[in-house]
């Protein structure tokens, strides 16, 4: 499996996905193909090795959920994008795929407030669970106060 | 050719209200009820002092007090962050803090004296308020660095506690990132310095006065 290969495939099994660059591979899929496509990743493209999974705020155009996973095997790396839409903040859990993504989504849920559907266990992973909003949104403020240290 | 417009300037940042500042002043050192004393003690000493002459017996004994207090500093094993390496490194044998009297001890019953050495984030200021009430009293406090001192370089940030004055009450304020164990030593004499005002009735002495 090489990257043109992986990528005639994509272009074969889905139509509405846009590839972005070569090296690493970089598609962006319709959210409502997010788990499907990972599926596909990991089973077809051989990539089965989950490397992170993390969120962008595009302010005005909303969300968007990166994850990056590799075939360690053939050298193949595959950054897969999602955007989520203007104020939405609902997304698939890849953890029926990927048992590695249980505490990355935990994370991306605590610091932008995604939720994710399906996943098993989806609280607050680094903050105190007392904590009020999602700090690496973009609508946070930095002088939110925390009482009573602040 | 194409000319190059001119290079956009990052606006300076205004500080029109100095809302910071305001909540320092209001945060700063509250600790109203002061050290705690056992009542016997007090009323003792009071039955002393009032009788005639009595004063120079308790000036003594306070004298005397504030100078075994000074000479056995005993500082809790707390590090948080990268000044915690410098702290130890003070510790060691190169800057020696035993020849001071300070022995490092690794329980807040024995300790007498809190070296806060580096960031406090907010989910850990609990677990350092916890420790600092641990602390049998008459306890000070040391902080060390500008994350300490004030959130330092991680101020902005949203999980940090800006300065740990905001949690506990600090005697004296070290600075530099991180500061060297020179520094630290500085801040330690000056807190046996402070120590030996200490007064009785629970009252801190009067911060050093600035000396440049």
């Keep these: ?150 | 050719m194409a000319v190059k417009g001119p290079i956009p300037q990052i606006p300076v940042p205004v500080w029109r209200n100095f809302k910071d500042l305001q909540e320092w002043e209001a945060l700063h050192q509250t600790r109203p009820e002061g050290d705690k004393h056992s009542a016997l003690f007090e009323s003792l000493t009071d039955g002393i002092h009032s009788f005639p002459g009595g004063f120079a017996v308790t000036t003594v004994a306070d004298n005397f007090l504030n100078w075994a207090r000074k000479s056995s500093v005993w500082p809790v094993t707390f590090g948080l962050a990268c000044c915690a390496i410098e702290m130890m490194a003070t510790f060691a044998s190169r800057f020696d803090v035993e020849r001071l009297g300070m022995v490092p001890w690794a329980s807040p019953r024995h300790a007498d004296l809190m070296i806060v050495s580096g960031t406090v984030t907010i989910k850990m200021a609990p677990m350092l308020l916890r420790i600092y009430d641990q602390m049998p009293d008459p306890k000070w406090a040391v902080s060390m660095g500008s994350c300490a001192n004030s959130g330092g370089p991680f101020r902005h940030g949203y999980h940090v506690v800006k300065g740990v004055d905001r949690v506990i009450p600090v005697d004296v304020y070290v600075p530099g990132c991180p500061p060297p164990p020179e520094s630290l030593l500085n801040g330690l004499l000056l807190l046996q310095d402070q120590i030996a005002h200490f007064r009785r009735s629970g009252r801190r002495a009067a911060p050093n006065p600035k000396v440049d």
């Design chain 1, 1 to 150: 499996m090489t990257s043109d290969e992986a990528l005639t495939l994509i272009g074969e099994r889905f139509a509405g996905a846009r590839v972005d660059g070569r090296a690493p591979l970089v598609v962006t899929v319709p959210v409502d193909a997010w788990l499907r496509f990972a599926q596909f990743a990991k089973d077809t493209l051989g990539c089965r090795y989950f490397a992170f999974l993390t969120a962008v705020d595009w302010k005005e155009e909303g969300l968007e959920v990166v994850a990056k996973v590799d075939n360690l095997d053939d050298r193949v790396s595959l950054l897969m994008k999602t955007r989520l839409g203007p104020g939405v903040s609902i997304c698939a859990s890849l953890t029926p795929v990927y048992r590695g993504a249980n505490w990355m989504e935990r994370e991306c849920y605590d610091m932008f407030g995604i939720r994710f559907e399906g996943h098993p266990d989806l609280r607050r992973i680094l903050l105190a669970d007392d904590w009020e909003g999602h700090p690496l949104l973009k609508s946070y403020a930095v002088d939110t106060p925390h009482p009573p240290y602040r």
